[in-house]
């Protein structure tokens, strides 16, 4: 038991639950190295949302809220940090949760759904008797996507994506956007929008703005996401970490 009052508390009791995730068996060997290279970035920023953040937020939200078809892709460490914040925010922005793995085992994707259905979330797709397909033809487990999820798609929030994976669903020609502290990884760098934030602060804030947005006209949506540069807020969101460090 970690008391409160210990400096570092919110950031244990992360580490906590991905062990526990890892002894339940539905994480992949690499998942506690991901989770370091996220701390340490979290580490940088002062473990608070930044200003780029909370715009790269809005645009997020605007764009999953003009989609016709958005998909949340969640792994085993989205999945042990924020689950049940995730099913709010499908539920907020009308979209569909997909189980994707980047080292995919039928073990682990029935744990994973077994998760989903007990937080109250039966649409689960990507599970093991889902209809899938594979994009841009490539016939291997990283280009596999639900039929009716991903590989119909036309916005894909991927939180804590791996490079080689973004890649592929960023050449099927959606639109991606991602949630990954790692302001200078593959993933941030190829996506149309980049959120430099902890996926525990960021998933329930961005269904706060999903309320608020919902309300506003499409017109203000459509201007939010054209108006948006990912490189530059990505630049904004770097000298962020220089700032905090002063
Ligand atoms: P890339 O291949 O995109 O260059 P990578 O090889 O670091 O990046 P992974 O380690 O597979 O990719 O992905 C994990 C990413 O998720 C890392 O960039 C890490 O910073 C980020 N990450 C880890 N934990 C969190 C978290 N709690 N919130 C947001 N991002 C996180």
Do not use: C, W
Not at 10 to 24: F, M, P, Q, T, Y
Not at 60 to 72: W, Y
Not at 211 to 236: C, S
């Amino acid at each position: 038991m970690i008391p409160k009052s210990h400096p570092r508390y919110e950031s244990l009791l992360l580490r906590e639950k991905i062990v526990k995730a890892a002894e339940n068996g539905y994480l992949a060997d690499s998942a506690m190295i991901a989770h370091g290279r996220g701390e340490a970035f979290d580490y940088l920023i002062g473990e608070k949302t930044t200003y780029p953040a909370k715009r790269a937020m809005y645009v997020a939200v605007a764009a999953l809220l003009l989609s016709n078809n958005p998909v949340i892709s969640v792994n085993g460490n989205a999945t042990a940090l924020a689950i049940d914040e995730i099913i709010e925010l499908a539920n907020a922005v009308n979209a569909k949760i997909e189980i994707n793995l980047f080292y995919r085992t039928d073990e682990r994707v029935e744990l994973l759904t077994t998760l989903y259905r007990e937080h109250g979330y039966k649409e689960i797709l990507g599970s093991l008797d889902d209809d899938i397909e594979y994009l841009n033809d490539i016939k291997n487990n990283r280009a596999s996507a639900s039929k009716t999820g991903i590989y119909a798609a036309d916005t894909i929030l991927i939180p804590l994506e791996d490079g080689d994976r973004a890649e592929i669903l960023k050449k099927s020609g959606k639109n991606i956007i991602t949630i990954d502290l790692n302001p200078l990884s593959r993933t941030s760098k190829m996506s149309d929008v980049s959120i430099m934030d902890n996926i525990v602060r960021a998933i329930p804030f961005m269904t706060k703005i999903a309320e608020d947005l919902k309300t506003q006209d499409k017109k203000v949506l459509i201007e939010m996401v054209n108006e948006f540069d990912n490189e530059e807020n990505l630049k904004e969101s770097i000298e962020q970490i220089k700032i905090n460090n002063k």
